[in-house]
């Protein structure tokens, strides 16, 4: 081979495998687990039902006041110490104006934190989510339970209800995962479009104008609630899970608690 050949040759080696490597860290770019602040789920899970529903029926007589200050003011203090905070925001002065008097620097950063929390992650504001079932449905909270005898956890919240029941999206999405597995029989797993992954399990049947890819909206519908995967011998019921962005199974029970109140209204 002449030396303007061998040279052509180790530029288009040299060439080829810069772009191997430039593959190689825009896949591991797009793979990479993104970035979750610890504090976020811990918060927002932590938020029972009761306390949100709470502030929700505040905010309807009183709309002016942002449903999120009144749960981070609630959150942060008791009843009777929060009292005077809320009567400033009922009075119109700005969240940013409020008078804190003697609350510490540091507690006033925590009710801002969760306040960003919040306005970031609208689990909690109105309608932003759908309840999973269409139809009389019971559930409680469940998450952590031992399952196949300690062998697991439970990683989501079950809701009974008839064979049959019609299961929607919670959330605008797209699908991720369809059809049969082992545990979850016929399930179907939708990649919110806040990150989350949403698993719906158990199903008697997968809507068939469902497939991997597709965009789906809230409330819209996945199927029927059936007993199928590891859940034959129970009763028919549907197993939602919400695993986050890095990989961790949440508690469903404190959103869909109050997903379902504000489908009530």
Request: aromatic share 12%; charged share 25%; glycine share 10%.
């Amino acid at each position: 081979m002449k030396k303007p050949e061998k040279s052509k040759m180790k530029r288009l080696i040299v060439q080829f495998g810069f772009l191997i490597l430039l593959a190689i860290i825009a896949w591991q770019g797009l793979h990479r687990t993104p970035t979750l602040q610890s504090d976020v789920y811990p918060y927002l899970t932590s938020l029972s039902p009761a306390l949100v529903k709470q502030c929700i029926d505040e905010h309807k007589i009183s709309p002016t006041i942002a449903l999120e200050e009144l749960l981070a003011i609630r959150s942060t203090f008791s009843e009777r110490e929060a009292q005077p905070f809320i009567e400033q925001l009922k009075n119109k002065v700005t969240f940013t104006k409020v008078n804190w008097g003697s609350v510490t620097n540091n507690t006033q950063e925590i009710i801002n934190r969760r306040l960003e929390i919040l306005n970031q992650y609208p689990f909690y504001q109105p309608y932003k989510y759908q309840f999973p079932v269409i139809g009389k449905t019971w559930f409680d909270n469940t998450f952590g339970a031992d399952r196949e005898g300690g062998k697991r956890r439970h990683e989501g919240t079950d809701l009974f209800g008839k064979e049959g029941t019609p299961i929607v999206s919670v959330c605008d999405g797209k699908i991720e995962q369809l059809g049969w597995n082992r545990l979850g029989g016929e399930r179907v797993g939708i990649r919110g479009d806040d990150g989350n992954y949403y698993y719906y399990a158990h199903l008697q049947s997968i809507s068939t104008e469902l497939v991997k890819g597709k965009r789906v909206k809230a409330g819209e519908s996945l199927g029927t609630m059936g007993h199928t995967g590891d859940a034959l011998t129970t009763p028919d019921h549907l197993h939602f899970g919400i695993e986050i962005p890095n990989e961790q199974w949440i508690n469903p029970y404190p959103f869909i608690e109050v997903w379902r109140y504000w489908g009530e209204m």
